[in-house]
T-cell receptor, first 113, second 112 residues
Framework: DAGVTQSPTHLIKTRGQHVTLRCSPISGHKSVSWYQQVLGQGPQFIFQ???????GRGNFPDRFSARQFPNYSSELNVNALLLGDSALYLC????????????FGQGTRLTVV | GDSVTQMEGPVTLSEEAFLTINCTYTATGYPSLFWYVQYPGEGLQLLLK?????DKGSNKGFEATYRKETTSFHLEKGSVQVSDSAVYFCALDTGANSKLTFGKGITLSVRP
């Protein structure tokens, strides 16, 4: 079985640009969560989507947005990129809203220059 | 708000040494507690979990006991291996906000 897959694995963007990160959950999982992991820190919660609806939002500016598609895959969008947005972005999937069995992807490494 | 505090790192041990990584938490209600591991170049993997007080989670020789009275979930292993070298994160989920709250993580290096 395929695990959680994220794309791209790495990308470099310029300040002010927009970026879209993608996540495909494990087959059968209906919940997708996004986390930002800055170097040397633990992951910080950005969003959770369950059954295509936003179920939780972390303390991030409105430049961050996300959506979940009918096949339960998800996109994270970040507008007007800042240098401080450079981080590893992690996607996690789980069967439902309960996180006791959340599985993480390998992440997308975003560098803003 | 909810928070997780991990001991400062990094930690360097010799193979077969005993490992303890401290984790304490602050949370409303009764959270579930987790240890995640991140091997070099890989994503987070769930190592073990405990969902109520006095539960002991265990996996791959690692153990942690949910201590409500001390709000702790310390990770232990009796004999570490070189392959245990990784970053370890303690985390909690209260169920109220559909999110995991992580500690800063600690890097463990095990030398042969």
């Amino acid at each position: 079985d395929a695990g959680v897959t994220q794309s791209p694995t790495h990308l470099i963007k310029t300040r002010g640009q927009h970026v879209t990160l993608r996540c495909s959950p494990i087959s059968g999982h209906k919940s997708v969560s996004w986390y930002q992991q800055v170097l040397g820190q633990g992951p910080q919660f950005i969003f959770q989507y369950y059954e295509k609806e936003e179920r939780g939002r972390g303390n991030f500016p409105d430049r961050f947005s996300a959506r979940q598609f009918p096949n339960y895959s998800s996109e994270l969008n970040v507008n007007a990129l800042l240098l401080g947005d450079s981080a590893l972005y992690l996607c996690a999937s789980s069967w439902d809203r309960v996180l006791a069995e959340a599985f993480f992807g390998q992440g997308t490494r975003l560098t803003v220059v | 708000g909810d928070s997780v505090t991990q001991m400062e790192g990094p930690v360097t041990l010799s193979e077969e040494a005993f490992l303890t990584i401290n984790c304490t938490y602050t949370a409303t209600g009764y959270p579930s507690l987790f240890w995640y591991v991140q091997y070099p170049g890989e994503g987070l993997q769930l190592l073990l979990k405990a969902t109520k007080a006095d539960d002991k989670g265990s996996n791959k020789g690692f153990e942690a006991t949910y201590r409500k009275e001390t709000t702790s979930f310390h990770l232990e292993k009796g004999s570490v291996q070189v392959s245990d070298s990784a970053v370890y994160f303690c985390a909690l989920d209260t169920g109220a906000n559909s999110k995991l709250t992580f500690g800063k993580g600690i890097t463990l290096s095990v030398r042969p």
